[in-house]
């Protein structure tokens, strides 16, 4: 860690702090509420939750502000999980007594729709002298600081890069207590960063970019990033407002990886096809995609990949797919776009421009 770094961004907070304290009031009673709320739930509570118990849960967390209808969330995790299985695998994660590295890596497997943002986020507001939040700000503020090997990829957000992410964080908290702070828990870490380092950690300076992308070592490695690009091409065309789903039966013998979908009064729906490629054969990406024209309701089918393979796509699907409905999509860019996305959704809903209904 750029010690350096991280003395001039306490410096500068512990000033700011001072300065507007009225300011840093508000923000950080709104924290300890947050972690009130969270700690005022035993395993026994948890695991006798109602739905609409689970709602309130899972909607007062910061990494939900994304989504407008966060009821349709609730919902699709339950869909997705099971409720009774999802408590329990919540109970397991949060009041378990195998090693957090055990505890995480289980859950992210077991558990569909829930990433390490909002896994991280809960465990904080439960334990916060222990946990952190790991996410893209904590991404971009540790890569600000020069701690190496920071993840880009979801299945790089292990159990064990967790621990040493909160090692570093009870590092940074050390650091807050011996300029003058208050004592600072994690949970105070993160809002250091939030509100001092990322505005430096995002301007673009060199020594400042994000984790750079990297290949896929392994087959499952290869299959984590698969499924992520996918998870994201459907988050994207949700929060486009398509209806978006992943797996979709096209047409006959082609199940695709996403398809948005959108509505056109009583006259029927235009369909947008996306076929994910990370490593091995095109073939069945082509034959997919080239079935999926046979649809009339589809206007464009998607290639996603890196550019390299994007570029066999183009040259060996030339004569086989109708190439004036073929599109490409870099995969590193529609994980940009996801990123822009949420960080605009999460800015407007913020607002609370619409009400949130049932």
């Known amino acids: 860690m750029n010690s350096k770094k991280l003395q001039s961004a306490i410096s500068t907070f512990v000033k700011n702090k001072k300065a507007n304290a009225a300011y840093y009031d508000e923000n950080w009673a709104e924290r300890n509420e ?16 109602t739905e609409d118990d689970f709602f309130e849960y899972i909607s007062k967390l910061w990494s939900m502000i994304m989504w407008g209808n966060k009821k349709y969330v609730a919902d699709q995790l339950i869909d997705d999980n099971g409720f009774d299985p999802l408590k329990k695998q919540l109970a397991d994660l949060l009041y378990g007594t195998a090693p ?32 952190v939040i790991f996410n893209r700000t904590t991404i971009l503020c540790y890569t600000y600081l020069d701690i190496p090997d920071m993840p880009k990829y979801n299945y790089q957000y292990t159990g064990k890069k967790y621990a040493e992410v909160c090692a570093i964080a009870k590092e940074i908290s050390s650091a807050l207590k011996s300029a003058g702070a208050e004592d600072y828990d994690l949970l ?14 995002e301007k673009k300076e060199p020594g400042n970019q994000a984790p750079v992308p990297v290949t896929p070592k392994t087959a499952s490695d290869s299959k984590s990033l698969h499924d992520e690009i996918k998870e994201k091409l459907v988050a994207i065309g949700e929060l486009l407002g398509f209806e978006s789903r992943s797996e979709v039966k096209i047409t006959t013998g082609a ?23 990370s490593k091995g054969s095109i073939d069945s990406l082509i034959l997919n995609l080239k079935k999926a024209q046979s649809n009339a309701a589809v206007q ?59």
């Open 34 to 49: 947050r972690k009130a709320y969270y700690q005022s739930f035993t395993k026994d509570k948890l695991l006798a939750m």
């Open 100 to 131: 957090i590295e055990k505890r995480w890596d289980g859950f992210l497997k077991s558990v569909k729709g829930i990433g390490p943002a909002t896994v991280s986020e809960l465990l904080t507001y439960i334990n916060p002298k222990e946990y």
């Open 188 to 201: 105070a870490v993160d809002y250091f960063l939030w509100d001092e380092v990322l505005p430096l950690a």
């Open 255 to 277: 199940v695709v990886d996403a398809v948005w979908e959108a509505k056109i009064g009583n006259m029927g729906k235009a369909i947008y096809v996306f076929e994910v490629q």
């Open 300 to 358: 464009a089918v998607v290639a996603v990949a890196d550019e390299a393979q994007l570029a066999k796509i183009i040259r060996e699907s030339a004569g086989v797919i109708d190439e004036k409905s073929l599109r490409t999509w870099d995969s590193e860019d529609v994980l940009a776009v996801y990123d822009s996305l949420a960080r605009a959704h999460e800015s407007i809903n913020k607002l609370a421009l619409v009400p949130e209904s049932f």
